[in-house]
């Protein structure tokens, strides 16, 4: 790293250290690029030590990203780099016990399946299972609702003044009394609690405050209430704080985002701060630019910005629209071979982005069938399968005895008799005598069980006392393994052939807790907190060479040569839920312009008439998304594409077998009188045409009639438009 690769702007947000600063940027402007660079400059002019500077970034992976960054050129460790949330539970991890001391250091982050099975519990102790309206995940969005707005249960039961709101408050209250009594933590809470722990003691924030001497924040423009607060609180006194954003692409205003923290809010908390705008693109081409720009500034709600792209105008952004959703995926397979067969790209420049995760069958399917390597991006997550999650119940029981959602998912796996009936008894002993499900486990002797009944659920209760004394004895690698031998699993699943792929992802699990183990302390608490705040990103190895799939959501900040927009038709993209809402189109409209600003050199735009929904085919009327219109036309290539499908009736050893065959009758490969660019020869018509594919031989003349007979694979060709 070296200041002089920073253009004047992006060196006065570097060198900017005794004023607040607000990067206000566009796309692909360096802001990222702003933010690592500065903390490589506060390190090496010696202005702070690694450990006082905090950076705050959007998803593990670029934390982890920036980290390597750092450290890979200055050789530091120490700086505190990581996500709203993992901070959060580091402060918590310290002081959690201050809020209240039925809660400890052991506390378990609940997921979104933990959190609605808490809430299933609530609802049946609360009683309220006949109110239809009130299911489970209204009451979630609701929860999350209060929290992103701060608001105690208190504040909510005060404001409450119909039935369903007085219902409503008193669910939060219940879930707020479990989560205690549970020893757990949901993921709103590992911002909120921090907040509370302190405004609750100011010598506590005072000690923050001057641990963390500097802090960063990236992706500012989908910060929510509660995060902005949180660092205004650690920023207060010093005030040495830089965020960077883009507020055009703030894309999770659904989860709490609030676009006013850098519209308005910034500036309002930090009156003194600094504002650098940066107005050259270092990633896209101007035509890429120009498209995203055309349809995202028919917001109302941004504020203006100028960017140029200093990679020139570069190729038109292509649109291909196909008649279904199948065709749409073998349009993107074939684009891919031709540009490779052109561009000489890797598979791991292009990326499919699509709006929402059931586009992805489809297109995974196609890429199978076509033989082009992939990566999914999201879908189900290895530690959300069932196998998996178990074992990870087991291990935080082990940590956490009193978290009784966790300790119900193993209590009668593998099975020992153990059924509703049973567990009801248990959860009224819990009631009685105010402890914890695992406490009164202790009592099993004392309640109407059968005997048998009784020696398994007590040698369940004394083997986990066994192994929550071990936790400060043995590394979590050797911890699982004594675990999984003690209660039998792996054979539970080896002896069982229908289970052989849960059996080979309990091995995986021991793999990644290996993996764990050697980089870092190998504590099974730390581990377990690693794994509660992965993301789908992060099972993502993005140095394979294969296509990446993933939802426009997951590309934030990310980079790739050739970017595919899939689904571009009204009512998948923009998705619209509610009619009229303008704020949700002008979220989509942001949505947009993040997936086109992906690309470095080329965008396809697609979409399909027919496209099938829960399997059918859906023959609704097919009309082309919006955003299409607002695109300046003249930036615009439409690509022709249609397949047919034959049938051929195929005999071989007496049985007649069909085969359907795909032709591709219009796509836009070469063609004769195609013009092209050759870097040696110059511009040329294309005469003859030979082959298909990577051998395709073509004949053309070039200007001044000389006349050449070249591989497409080693030409280099360039069609001009
Ligand atoms: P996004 O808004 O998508 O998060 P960003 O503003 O954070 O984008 P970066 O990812 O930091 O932008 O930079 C975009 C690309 O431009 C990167 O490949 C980066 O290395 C490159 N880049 C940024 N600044 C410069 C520069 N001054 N000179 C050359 N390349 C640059
Ligand atoms: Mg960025």
Known sequence: MNLTDLNTQQLKAVKTVKHPVLVFAGAGSGKTRVLTYKIWHLIKDKIYKPNEILALTFTNKAAAEMKERIKDSINCDGVNVGTFHSIGARILRMHISYLDDKYNSDFTIYDVADQKALLKE???????????????????????????????????????????????????????????????????????????????????????????????????????????????????????????????????????????????????????????????????????????????????????????????????????????????????????????????????????????????????????????????????????????????????????????????????????????????????????????????????????????????????????????????TLDCKELLRALLEEFNIENYYKNNPAEQDRYDNIQELKLSIDRFAENSSGNLKDFLQEISLYTDLDDWDDKKNSVTLMTIHAAKGLEFSTVFVSGLEQGLFPLIRMDDDSDQLEEERRLFYVAVTRAMERVYLLNAKYRRKFGALNTSSFIQSEFLNEINQDIIKVKPYKTVYTKRVVRSGGKKTIQISRTVTEFDDFKVGDQVQHNLFGVGTILVLNGTGENQKVGVEFDGGLRKKLIVKYARLKKID
Request: aromatic share 10%.
């Open 122 to 472: 609530v609802v049946e102790q609360l009683n309220i299972v006949e109110f239809k309206e009130l299911n489970i995940n209204f009451l979630r969005s609701q929860l999350d609702k209060f929290k992103n707005a701060s608001m105690s249960v208190e504040e909510v039961e005060a404001k409450a003044n119909t039935f369903e709101d007085e219902k409503i408050a008193e669910v939060y209250k219940r879930y707020s009394e479990l989560l205690l009594s549970n020893n757990a933590v949901d993921f709103n809470d590992l911002i909120g609690m921090p907040i509370k722990l302190f405004k609750h003691s100011k010598a506590l924030l005072n000690k923050y405050q001057q641990a963390w001497k500097y802090i960063l924040v990236d992706e500012f423009q989908d910060t929510n209430s509660p995060q902005f607060e949180l660092i205004s609180l650690l920023g207060a006194d010093h005030q040495n704080i830089t965020v960077v954003g883009d507020d055009d692409q703030s894309i999770y205003g659904w989860r709490g985002a609030n676009i006013d923290n850098i519209l308005t809010n910034f500036q309002d908390t930090f009156p003194n701060a600094v504002e650098v705008k940066l107005e050259k693109n270092y990633r896209s081409t101007q035509r890429i630019l120009d498209g995203a720009w055309s349809v995202v500034s028919n917001n109302t709600n941004r504020a203006e910005k100028k960017l140029v792209a200093t990679k020139g105008l570069g190729e038109k952004i292509s649109l291909i629209s196909t008649g279904s959703d199948e065709d749409e995926a073998n349009a993107i397979c074939d684009s891919i071979k031709t540009e490779i067969k052109i561009n000489k790209g890797a598979f791991k420049d292009f990326a499919i982005l699509y709006r929402t995760n059931a586009q992805s069958r489809m297109i995974e399917q196609t890429m199978m069938k076509e033989g082009l390597p992939y990566n999914i991006v999201g879908g189900t997550k290895f530690y959300d399968r069932k196998e998996v999650k178990d074992v990870l119940a087991y291990l935080t029981v082990v940590c956490n005895p009193n978290d009784d959602i966790a300790l119900k998912r193993i209590i009668n796996f593998p099975v020992r008799g153990i059924g509703e009936k049973s567990i009801t008894i248990f959860k009224n002993l819990t009631l009685e005598k105010n402890i914890s499900l695992f406490e009164s486990l202790k009592f099993c002797r004392d309640i109407k069980l059968r005997g048998k009944q009784q020696d398994s659920i007590e040698s369940f209760y004394l083997s986990i006392n066994k192994f929550h004394d071990l936790l400060d």
